[in-house]
């Protein structure tokens, strides 16, 4: 069967008109389409697979919270999966962040942190707290709360009218900047910005930052020198402000530690939103974890004013319980450690064969490069050559899957994400790489780029 056959579109609403192949089945760090071609995930879907696909564990989790029930309604039933589930995620989280929450993905995640913060602001007698300062470039969902603290101009200025755009500070792109700084300095320099923008809002309207504390798809990885979150935990203290972390990209295991947090422990956030690699893919779940003393306060202020239907569904809870324990079982965030430098070293590697790679970077295996037309000046590729859905495309003929996007805080580049399930081997990398040069040559002769030795 022709997997792109024509299929009737009207009971689909495509993003664009492009249409996918059928989607036959998926195992491990691979997925089958109908016609039996197969595909490298090196993505992990949206970065979301991290324990990879087909987990047996998982699914057997799965049917046995099915034989049981498959929906209590949160304010009628309390559930085992979900307080299980709940119990063993405050295990993992920063401390003092105790009080989990459930939705059923990473906007709804990163909803529930802003009106916890809002509410705790009510709750304390500071009305006039409102403002979430975000970053640009960032993703944090596209619900339009989440929506309002996405720094990515072309997602949001079609819905400027319709919602309250929150000020925004640049993300600390140091791989730009040309200047006699250390990168540690810079890390501090990019912190400040922070408290230049808290300042120039008047610091008692503002409500809490919001950050990826590794930048997800929409900065392509950016890792933030080790003196950024630090110094952005002490303004944010400073002024009584609410920190909190958009860890959906970062969360379970991605960049070689349970948490992004966990590489700068310091720098603990008071809300924290999960989801991704939380469920993996298994069942659409999402959680807030967030500061018992926030909590408290909201509940004794009468109770926080937010939730889904779907909220602590007993078979995503099911799914979550058991992602967590084969991430622990196997223990996935040091492969990812693991596998991730052997990613780096071999991302890096190409730069010698393909001048137009302008930079790799990431941690763990959250790893991205970025195509340019000149690596001194970071000059992005001419847009003409559209890079970053044509290298995607050829890949995808060629069975691998990466993922990328097209932004850089005032530049446009093209960056893409090289992210596969936190189980891959590493022949499995050594394939990846092998299936990517070739799609990295055939791009270049496709646009005329210079390849080197
Ligand atoms: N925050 C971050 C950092 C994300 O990467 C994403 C998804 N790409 C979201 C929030 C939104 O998650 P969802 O698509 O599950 O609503």
Redo the contacts with the bound molecule.
Sequence with gaps: MDSTADRAPSHLFYQTRQRRPLLERAEGVYMWDASGKRYLDGSSG?MVVNIGHGNPNVLAAMRAQMDKATFGYRLHFETEAAEELARRTALRMPEGLDRIFFVS????A?ESCIKLARQYALATGQEQRWKVISRFPS????TLG?LALTGTATMTQPFAPMMQEMPKIPAPTCYLDRDNFSDEERGRRYAELLREEILRQGPESVLAFIV?PVG??STGALVPPDSYLPRIREICDEFGILLIY?E??TGAGRTGRFLGVDHWPAARPDIM?L??GFAAGYAPL?AMAADGRIVEAVLDAGGFVHGYTYAGNPLACAAGLAVLDELERLDLPANAARRGESLRTALEGLMDRFPFIGDVRGLGLLQAFELVSDRDTMEPLPKELNAHARLVDIAFDKGLIIYSRRTRGGHKGDHFMVCPPLIVEEAQIDELIGLLGDSLEAFAREAGLPLGT
């Design positions: 949206a993905g990473g906007s709804e990163v993703y944090h969902g596209s989440a990826e997800g798809a958009d959906v990209m939103a989801s991704k999402g």
